[in-house]
T-cell receptor, first 113, second 114 residues
Framework: DSGVTQTPKHLITATGQRVTLRCSPR?????VYWYQQSLDQGLQFLIQ???????AKGNILERFSAQQFPDLHSELNLSSLELGDSALYFC????????????FGEGSWLTVV | QKEVEQDPGPLSVPEGAIVSLNCTYS??????FMWYRQYSRKGPELLMY????GNKEDGRFTAQVDKSSKYISLFIRDSQPSDSATYLC??????????????FGSGTQLTVLP
């Protein structure tokens, strides 16, 4: 158990809909990362937040947004969903004490039908 | 060309074999290197982490980094069926402050046969 908690574990929704994925980082970790893993693209970095502020942005679509709240949990919002958005979405966290080590949650499996 | 290239596999070996998994990279800015193990539809689990050239050993696992050749390897000794998983290499630039995004290889699927 990495200590990173993600909900929901599985989600099925229709095209055009909006979903929110939630992540609680490891206790004490200030950084939260979101990654997308699909069969054809591998593990792709989406976005990073550090102590509530956006710190780095990767290949995140404009239809997707994220935020980190004062209690350090994070949410990834996916809107106007398309079939191609079906993937595993991972949250990860790291802290200064952990150096560069990044720990992953178990993921949220999104299926868009 | 991808920043990180990883042998795609799949790789199948008998129990007890020595396994060699490899990645090459093109970005000279990468300073730290990790290996993750991922079981089917589970979160990646950190196996090894190193930021210097040379070897780092942890039990049956040895991570090797050659920065001059931009090549990293993971060796698994005495492989077990429980080692069957996808192995992902990952690399990062040690940016200032707190930015620590990782770039991943595409993963190598390993099966250890009993």
């Amino acid at each position: 158990d990495s200590g990173v908690t993600q909900t929901p574990k599985h989600l099925i929704t229709a095209t055009g809909q909006r979903v929110t994925l939630r992540c609680s980082p490891r206790s004490g970790d200030l950084s939260v990362y979101w990654y997308q893993q699909s069969l054809d693209q591998g593990l792709q970095f989406l976005i990073q937040y550090y102590n509530g502020e956006e710190r780095a942005k990767g290949n995140i679509l404009e239809r997707f947004s994220a935020q980190q709240f004062p209690d350090l949990h994070s949410e990834l919002n996916l809107s106007s969903l398309e079939l191609g958005d079906s993937a595993l979405y991972f949250c990860a966290s790291s802290g200064l004490q952990g150096g560069n080590t990044i720990y992953f949650g178990e993921g949220s499996w999104l299926t868009v039908v | 060309q991808k920043e990180v290239e990883q042998d795609p596999g799949p790789l199948s070996v008998p129990e007890g074999a020595i396994v060699s998994l490899n990645c090459t990279y093109s970005n000279s800015a990468f300073q730290y290197f990790m290996w993750y193990r991922q079981y089917s539809r589970k979160g990646p689990e950190l196996l090894m982490y190193t930021y210097s050239s040379g070897n780092k050993e942890d039990g049956r696992f040895t991570a090797q980094v050659d920065k001059s050749s931009k090549y990293i390897s993971l060796f698994i000794r005495d492989s077990q069926p429980s080692d069957s998983a996808t192995y992902l290499c990952a690399m990062g630039v040690s940016a200032s402050g707190s930015a620590r995004q990782l770039t991943f290889g595409s993963g190598t699927q390993l099966t250890v046969l009993p």
